[in-house]
């Protein structure tokens, strides 16, 4: 009994977060698509405005698709194992930096131990490579951005590394705008593993994440 209210409880609370996710996500994009879409039909002399919204307007319905997309992935459990969890993560990876102005390198097995991971595993760890690789993208003017994952005997380790400009991490705390490295690192420590982030200016950034699969 106490085994089925748990699985019942953690149900619960990942269909809690996908209901979180949608609302804050996918709502907000798809008030912002009306609210586009309204200045749109109001019409406009000016051809180059029009095509601004109505380019607003497809980039924001892509990522709407995008995030279906995730959650999608995230609820199907055909997917629940790390080599789902891989495949995934290439993919998006290869996607995401296909038009990015550095060179991605993939260092991921062919092969890895057929071991269970539940969706909000997952899910975390993929938004924790989005996020990174979306920092890389925004701030660190890299030439190559290095994503591995490797299992070292019942550890899963992936590590995001760029050449990129780095940052004082200390600096950045204490101004408070660090909130997305403090999120990451909550993702991480909610699904009980270790999230490490090495940066210095000049000489890139580098993350690791660690979880101990014996324990999941």
Request: charged residues 35%; proline residues 3%.
């Amino acid at each position: 009994k106490l085994g089925e209210l748990l699985q019942q409880r953690a149900v619960e609370e990942e269909r809690s977060r996908i209901a979180k996710d949608m609302h804050d996500d996918i709502g907000a994009n798809l008030t912002h698509i009306s609210l586009l879409g309204e200045r749109l039909q109001r019409g406009s002399r000016d051809e180059d405005k029009v095509q601004r919204l109505a380019s607003r307007i497809s980039n924001e319905t892509r990522e709407v698709s995008d995030k279906v997309d995730e959650i999608v992935w995230a609820l199907n459990p055909r997917n629940d194992t790390l080599d789902k969890l891989a495949s995934y993560l290439v993919h998006y990876s290869e996607e995401f930096c296909e038009e990015a102005p550095f060179r991605l390198r993939l260092d991921v097995p062919l092969e890895l131990p057929d071991h269970h991971l539940n969706s909000d595993v997952r899910h975390n760890l993929f938004m924790v490579v989005k996020e990174a690789l979306n920092n890389i993208a925004k701030y660190a003017e890299a030439r190559e951005v290095r994503v591995s994952m490797h299992v070292p005997a019942t550890e899963l380790r992936i590590e995001i590394e760029d050449d990129g400009k780095g940052f004082d991490m200390e600096a950045i705390l204490d101004e408070g705008l660090g909130h997305g490295l403090e999120n990451m690192q909550r993702r991480i420590e909610d699904i009980r593993g270790r999230f490490d982030m090495e940066s210095t200016p000049g000489k890139g950034t580098h993350i690791l994440i660690r979880l101990s699969l014996s324990r999941l």
